[in-house]
């Protein structure tokens, strides 16, 4: 029979406070044997062990980890934790920061707008405080739907509008545009067979760069001239609807090699990718195979980094990234930042780094909006909606960029 064990109440010499550990994560109480520091190590040790009580007073760093569990059980998808856990923690913890010993009954409009301000001198841009407030006001619904707090708490909270375009602070996000085709053309030859693939076949159906993760030969259906390709997990997916890409025939050519395989296997796979490259790099060896390392004889029995069965979104965006550093020509010294630095060093090296990476690559999700934005030119409107899988229009507006030469003609026109 498994069983939790009490966390220890613990000394930090550095600081004299009292923490706990819990999860793998360090709480700090106050100072030690203080009842303030007694207190609140005993709500947080009750909430951990989910005996958590309605009714009682309970400390936003308890309500916090009390909602984190129930999040890791409720965003699921395909038997494993969503994306939105991990939204949830980077909103919450300027709040556990500044607020964490306060009373959650005690948390008002004011200290919702001490929180927002660390978010914006923290330099993120307007639209993504907004979602984080959001996420925040949404833990405390939690709470009030569990009794932890009382309603007037949200309603209060409520009262706090979100941050208006150029009415703060907030710097404002960097509009997504389209990626051109010449430059898409210059990145392919420097990015593995594999990854190139991969950015074909998504420019010519304009979808997300997930879904192109996670293509199967099982979820292609070829019964009809166009095929259909059914992603067994999408954005909508916990909406109940239904997604269609249509895969015309230039996209057929491209992904046909890759369903000679079993139907349960991903067509697009790092760990081919990568055997791919050492067969190239094997054809390139000009050393005679009695000298030096033969191949598969120099590679550690358990690398920190294994190649996986299926790209995620994160790396195929990092290998476009790589690609569009070689063809772009990104300097040596930015590419790979010398260990020998100083922090100071190294910070500096890494802004430049990013700084030049934003004016010179681009990411996979452009790719959608230059197709729609392609589409809607030559077909309207209604056709990038339907091909890009929108419900409504006002959604395509944002991923299809107007033809503003249209508008130019009609001027030219009547004007």
């Given at each position: 029979m498994s069983f939790k064990r009490k966390p220890a109440y613990l000394l930090h010499k550095a600081t004299g406070q009292a923490r706990v550990r819990i999860d793998r994560k360090d709480h700090y109480l106050g100072p030690h044997g203080s009842p303030q520091s007694l207190e609140r190590y005993n709500a947080l040790v009750t909430a951990w062990f989910g005996g958590?009580?309605?009714?009682?007073?309970?400390?936003?760093?308890?309500?916090?980890?009390?909602?984190?569990?129930?999040?890791?059980?409720?965003?699921?998808?395909?038997?494993?934790?969503?994306?939105?856990?991990?939204?949830?923690?980077?909103?919450l913890k300027p709040l556990i920061r500044l607020c964490g010993t306060l009373l959650a009954a005690?948390?008002?409009?004011?200290?919702?707008?001490?929180?927002?301000?660390?978010m914006i001198e923290s330099g993120l841009c307007r639209t993504t405080i907004n979602r984080r407030v959001d996420r925040i006001r949404r833990m405390f619904r939690w709470a009030v739907e569990n009794e932890y707090v009382t309603a007037h708490v949200v309603t209060a909270l409520d009262t706090v509008p979100g941050l208006r375009r150029e009415r703060s602070a907030a710097r404002e996000p960097e509009p997504v545009m389209p990626v051109s085709s010449a430059i898409v053309e210059a990145t392919l030859p420097h990015l593995p067979k594999v990854v190139a693939d991969m950015v074909s076949f998504q420019r010519l159906t304009g979808c997300r760069p997930g879904e192109v993760c996670q293509i199967r030969p099982c979820d292609v259906d070829r019964s009809d001239e166009v095929w259909v390709f059914r992603p067994a997990s999408h954005k909508s997916?916990?909406?109940?609807r239904e997604r269609r890409i249509f895969v015309g025939p230039k996209a057929q050519a491209i992904l046909l090699p890759y369903l000679l395989r079993s139907p349960e296997a991903y067509c697009f796979s790092p760990l081919e990718s990568e055997q791919q490259r050492r067969a190239a790099a094997h054809e390139r060896r000009k050393t005679p195979l009695s000298c030096g390392n033969r191949p598969g004889t120099n590679r550690r029995a358990t690398r920190q980094h294994q190649a996986r069965d299926r790209y995620v979104k994160a790396a195929y965006a990092r290998a476009v990234v790589r690609g569009c550093a070689v063809a772009f020509g990104m300097p040596s010294d930015l590419r790979k930042i010398s260990k020998g630095l100083t922090a100071k060093e190294r910070k500096l090296a890494k802004e430049r780094a990013a700084a030049w990476r934003a004016e010179h690559c681009w990411s996979p999700n452009q790719l959608r909006h230059t197709a729609a934005t392609e589409i809607r030119q030559r077909f309207g409107l209604e056709a990038a909606q339907a091909a890009l899988g929108h419900r409504a229009a006002d959604v395509t507006q944002i991923y299809a960029e107007r033809d503003f030469g249209l508008a130019a003609s009609v001027a030219k026109q009547i004007g």
């Amino acid at each position: 029979m498994s069983f939790k064990r009490k966390p220890a109440y613990l000394l930090h010499k550095a600081t004299g406070q009292a923490r706990v550990r819990i999860d793998r994560k360090d709480h700090y109480l106050g100072p030690h044997g203080s009842p303030q520091s007694l207190e609140r190590y005993n709500a947080l040790v009750t909430a951990w062990f989910g005996g958590g009580q309605t009714g009682v007073p309970i400390s936003i760093d308890c309500l916090a980890l009390l909602y984190l569990q129930y999040a890791k059980g409720y965003y699921v998808k395909d038997g494993q934790e969503t994306g939105e856990v991990d939204n949830l923690r980077d909103a919450l913890k300027p709040l556990i920061r500044l607020c964490g010993t306060l009373l959650a009954a005690d948390f008002g409009p004011l200290k919702l707008k001490t929180v927002r301000q660390s978010m914006i001198e923290s330099g993120l841009c307007r639209t993504t405080i907004n979602r984080r407030v959001d996420r925040i006001r949404r833990m405390f619904r939690w709470a009030v739907e569990n009794e932890y707090v009382t309603a007037h708490v949200v309603t209060a909270l409520d009262t706090v509008p979100g941050l208006r375009r150029e009415r703060s602070a907030a710097r404002e996000p960097e509009p997504v545009m389209p990626v051109s085709s010449a430059i898409v053309e210059a990145t392919l030859p420097h990015l593995p067979k594999v990854v190139a693939d991969m950015v074909s076949f998504q420019r010519l159906t304009g979808c997300r760069p997930g879904e192109v993760c996670q293509i199967r030969p099982c979820d292609v259906d070829r019964s009809d001239e166009v095929w259909v390709f059914r992603p067994a997990s999408h954005k909508s997916q916990h909406h109940g609807r239904e997604r269609r890409i249509f895969v015309g025939p230039k996209a057929q050519a491209i992904l046909l090699p890759y369903l000679l395989r079993s139907p349960e296997a991903y067509c697009f796979s790092p760990l081919e990718s990568e055997q791919q490259r050492r067969a190239a790099a094997h054809e390139r060896r000009k050393t005679p195979l009695s000298c030096g390392n033969r191949p598969g004889t120099n590679r550690r029995a358990t690398r920190q980094h294994q190649a996986r069965d299926r790209y995620v979104k994160a790396a195929y965006a990092r290998a476009v990234v790589r690609g569009c550093a070689v063809a772009f020509g990104m300097p040596s010294d930015l590419r790979k930042i010398s260990k020998g630095l100083t922090a100071k060093e190294r910070k500096l090296a890494k802004e430049r780094a990013a700084a030049w990476r934003a004016e010179h690559c681009w990411s996979p999700n452009q790719l959608r909006h230059t197709a729609a934005t392609e589409i809607r030119q030559r077909f309207g409107l209604e056709a990038a909606q339907a091909a890009l899988g929108h419900r409504a229009a006002d959604v395509t507006q944002i991923y299809a960029e107007r033809d503003f030469g249209l508008a130019a003609s009609v001027a030219k026109q009547i004007g």
